[in-house]
């Protein structure tokens, strides 16, 4: 059981990575908080996880929930062993077509939720604790279309070496997981319609030198290794879970 005993909090743990996640951790032993939103996914999420998760509603992109989710979970167990910060969204739209709210939205969530869920859970973390994030493929690649999110995924890469370095004094390692392309609701939250969805994809798996789309369950093992001691030197770093799209 490489979590036992652990105390792990995931943002944007009610669907894709993020619920395979919670069901990872919580089998390799950990005490598991999830985080999210949406009223029909969380309890669709709490149905499927079992009594054994604590399930919390709270908006990542308002410092203020935040605080009160850490609140919340600092009476109740007093301390986060892991925080695995991957709440995230994105929008795609043109050069031309993006405005200053998709801007705001994009970057309120994927940058500034990620990093206020870091330093509201900061004083819980316990010494020897590991903090996860998600960044992407689209950090180190070009894509038409998702500039904004490639560019709050870049900003959240340069945040975990700058994070790492400063919680690392305190026995706290920061690292993060790039999914490439993978099967979840993520991609239908783009704001695309079925069709512009599927000519994507069949183009997005014509790239990929694996040519499959990844699952959720593979980058949740990739997030449960920097999670867990098998991890134990490693901080400011990025392991990459793309089917070899951005290395290759």
Do not use: C, W, Y
């Not at 985080?35 to 998760?53: E, K, T, W, Y």
């Not at 509201?120 to 994030?133: F, H, R």
């Not at 493929?137 to 975990?160: C, H, Q």
């Not at 070496?161 to 400063?166: F, P, T, V």
């Amino acid at each position: 059981m490489k979590l036992s005993n652990k105390i792990a909090l995931i943002t944007g743990g009610t669907s894709g990575i993020g619920l395979e996640a919670a069901r990872l951790f919580r089998d390799e032993g950990a005490t598991v908080i999830i985080v999210g939103q949406n009223p029909a996914r969380l309890q669709s999420a709490a149905s499927q996880l079992g009594d054994g998760v604590t399930v919390l509603r709270g908006d990542v992109s308002k410092s203020a929930e935040i605080e009160d989710i850490v609140r919340q979970i600092g009476e109740k167990f007093g301390r986060v062993d892991v925080l695995f910060a991957n709440a995230g969204m994105g929008i795609a739209a043109p050069l031309e077509s993006v405005t200053e709210d998709q801007v705001d939205t994009q970057f309120n969530v994927n940058f500034k939720g990620v990093f206020f869920t870091v330093q509201k859970v900061a004083p819980l973390l316990a010494k020897g604790g590991s903090v996860v994030m998600t960044t992407s493929f689209l950090n180190e690649v070009g894509s038409p279309g998702l500039s904004i999110l490639s560019a709050t995924k870049a900003a959240v890469r340069s945040l975990v070496r700058s994070l790492g370095a400063e919680l690392a004094p305190r026995g706290i390692r920061v690292n993060a997981i790039s999914p490439g392309p993978i099967s979840t609701p993520f991609h239908g939250k783009l704001g695309l319609s079925e069709k512009q969805l599927n000519e994507a994809a069949a183009t997005i798996e014509d790239q990929i030198p694996l040519h499959r789309f990844g699952e959720a369950e593979e980058v949740a093992k990739a997030a449960l290794f920097l999670a867990s001691e098998e991890s134990s030197f490693m901080t400011g770093s990025e392991l990459v879970v793309d089917g070899g799209i951005s290395q290759l």
